[in-house]
Antibody
Framework: EVQLVESGGGLVQPGRSLKLSCAAS????????MAWVRQAPKKGLEWVAT????????YYRDSVKGRFTISRDNAKSTLYLQMDSLRSEDTATYYC??????????WGQGTLVTVSS | DIVLTQSPATLSVTPGESVSLSCRASQGISTSIHWYQQKSNESPRLLIKYASQSISGIPSRFSGSGSGTDFTLSINRVESEDFSVYYC?????????FGSGTKLEIK
């Protein structure tokens, strides 16, 4: 069974940093591209970043480029999102997702990030 | 960026009715559209990929159609567990984008 478990969310002040993790199990992690998708409170879904199966390619939405870094450790079957210079508009539940033919085929349960002073 | 416009924003139906949800893309995207269901306080779930391809484990009452700019998610005879929010998503080009969602509620 595919499982994705996010962690690392919490309350953080504007301008500070936070690192999210996503532990994967139930599949060969190194075979799949992975992504982060976020959802602001009571709002819709927003793609954040994607990383290729081997970590060689990364893609970001414009609003997080230069502030967020997606990475992975295939030996640990873990996906990361380093978030720097956080803004109030980054407040959201962050979901880890396994990509399959460009669809978000499996999702984690999400971790809430609140950016507030 | 490709904008996806979903309509209606809210759809009120009685269980047993059949419904159609619309997703319109701001430019042609072939069949690179996927549909997700999100129940309250849960993660999204993939329902349909590439406009009309079924997903293992998803009930057969869910189906999709369309190509180019106009797409439809159909639910044949809505059941109580189907009342949730539905999103479309395009994978034609980056940034990947989602529609704003259609909330299916009980009349």
């Amino acid at each position: 069974e595919v499982q994705l478990v996010e962690s690392g969310g919490g309350l953080v002040q504007p301008g500070r940093s936070l690192k999210l993790s996503c532990a994967a199990s139930g599949f060969t992690f190194s075979d799949y591209n992975m992504a982060w998708v976020r959802q602001a409170p009571k709002k819709g879904l927003e793609w954040v970043a994607t990383i290729s199966y081997d970590g060689s390619s990364t893609y970001y939405r414009d609003s997080v480029k230069g502030r967020f870094t997606i990475s992975r450790d295939n030996a640990k079957s873990t996906l990361y999102l380093q978030m720097d210079s956080l803004r109030s508009e980054d407040t959201a539940t962050y979901y880890c997702a396994r990509l399959q033919l460009s669809t978000f085929a499996y999702w984690g349960q999400g971790t809430l990030v609140t950016v507030s002073s | 960026d490709i904008v996806l416009t979903q309509s209606p924003a809210t759809l009120s139906v009685t269980p047993g009715e059949s419904v159609s949800l619309s997703c319109r893309a701001s430019q042609g995207i072939s069949t690179s559209i996927h549909w997700y269901q999100q129940k309250s306080n849960e993660s999204p779930r993939l329902l349909i990929k590439y406009a009309s391809q079924s997903i293992s484990g998803i009930p057969s009452r869910f189906s999709g159609s369309g190509s180019g700019t106009d797409f439809t998610l159909s639910i044949n005879r809505v059941e109580s567990e189907d009342f949730s929010v539905y999103y479309c998503q395009q994978s034609y080009s980056l940034p990947l984008t989602f529609g704003s969602g259609t909330k299916l509620e009980i009349k």
